[in-house]
């Protein structure tokens, strides 16, 4: 997960098609918006709806589905910021 533009090592756990809860390998605040690159590849952007010591519940964005485009962005400090 890229928080900013930091990235954090977490485990995902309850994917779904609108979210996923995360736990992260060290405790850390989350900001709302995330960048998500899972396990097979896929990007997601998603907003922080949770936070729980190490775990994390995010709501994945249905508007930036696109994972061809999503792929190019390492971080959400390269996201267009007129996207937000």
Partial sequence: ????STTLVCAAFD???TGVR????NAAQIPKRVLLR???GAVRIGCCRWQRDVQVGV???SQY???????RYHSLNEWPASTF
């Fill in 65 to 71: 589905e696109d994972p061809v485009s999503l792929k």
């Fill in 59 to 61: 709501e994945f964005d």
């Fill in 15 to 17: 994917v779904s098609v």
């Fill in 1 to 4: 997960m890229t928080a900013g």
């Fill in 22 to 25: 995360l736990c992260l390998f």
């Fill in 38 to 40: 899972l396990h097979d």
